[in-house]
């Protein structure tokens, strides 16, 4: 007889059927069906909404009819959420169906129409975080007071996010293990990313500065020196001081959200993490590099992406009808 670790793993696929697979795949199983840990989070957040709107009307929650999909895709839209926000939505009730074995409703054409209505109504561009030019940069830089602790701390973040373009998820997930200093460079080894979900090998390189004070790599050093510590995270939060001290850096890792904080903090409410990259892209296209070259450091798959991400629609400062030679 077999044991319950021995038993057959039962896999929903998105034609809906079930497929029966020896003990041995589980856990690998598991790992595909869930996804990432922040694609976990955010579609457990939507369909906490998703199932208290079935409650509300009384409507069966799983499995769901594309009646009920579509009205809550419509209360979203009356409500004001971003298109964005709604097909995330979305995703995650097809999610919750396909680990559930059921058909998704979300597949359905009737669905279809009635989102691309919403994105119609709504309009699909989505507001995108602006980028911040390298004098804000270094204003901001200027402005910290790096007798603390925690200026170390943020000039460091900063300076290493607008460089290395990196996402938020990325810089909260490094650690002092995963930087390496070489003679021409710093070294950080990304052990996963949004775009490498599998762990594969993959680097990004960040390079001195002329002036000492807007250096990321001498400004990591300096946040190391003070961290004084091997291994773990290399963005802690900071213990409390006591009354006129200040803070020391703390064992936790900072959160998403602090690496928002931070920007806003520094550059100011109308920025958010997302301008590192944005900024980096921006700055990158306006000097002239090549798609091949950005890509190296944000890894972005496409240049379609890079066209995304880089923020080149003031009319007065990207013109080519500045040069025609009149």
């Known amino acids: 007889m077999e044991t319950p670790s021995q038993l057959p793993v039962i896999i929903p696929t998105r034609s809906h059927s079930l497929v029966e697979m020896p003990a041995s795949v589980g856990r690998y199983a598991e790992a595909g069906l869930q996804g990432a840990a922040n694609t976990q989070r955010g579609y457990a957040a939507d369909l906490r909404s998703f199932e208290d709107y079935c409650q509300h009307h009384q409507l069966s929650y799983l499995p769901a009819d594309v009646s009920t999909v579509a ?145 990321p790599v001498r400004a990591v050093q300096d946040w190391l020196a003070v961290l004084g510590r091997p291994s773990g995270p290399l963005f802690t939060r900071m213990n409390r001081g006591r009354a006129g001290e200040t803070g020391r850096p703390g064992q936790a890792r900072l959160s998403d959200q602090s690496v928002n904080d931070v920007v806003q903090r520094h550059l100011g409410p109308a920025y958010s993490a997302h301008s590192l990259r944005a900024a980096f892209v921006t700055v990158a296209v306006e000097a002239g590099q090549s798609n091949k070259a950005i890509k190296n450091q944000t890894k972005q798959k496409t240049d379609a992406m890079i066209e995304r991400y880089a923020r080149l629609d003031d009319v007065k400062r990207f013109n080519a009808a500045q040069h025609l030679g009149l």
């Open 71 to 215: 009205g809550y895709a419509s209360q979203l839209a009356d409500r004001g959420k971003k298109f964005a926000t709604i097909r995330r939505h979305v995703a995650a009730i097809a999610k919750l169906h396909q680990l559930g074995g059921h058909p998704s409703p979300t597949a359905h054409e009737a669905l279809g129409v009635v989102l691309d209505g919403i994105g119609r109504l709504l309009g699909k561009r989505q507001r995108q975080a602006p980028a911040f030019s390298v004098a804000e940069l270094k204003q901001a830089v200027r402005a910290m007071d790096l007798a603390t602790p925690t200026g170390l701390r943020d000039r460091a973040l900063l300076l290493l996010g607008f460089a290395g373009a990196f996402r938020r998820s990325e810089l909260v997930a490094l650690n002092v293990e995963d930087v390496e200093l070489t003679r021409q460079a710093l070294v950080i080894h990304l052990q996963r990313s949004k775009t490498n979900q599998y762990g594969e090998a993959e680097d990004k390189a960040v390079f001195y500065s002329p002036t000492a004070d807007y250096c």
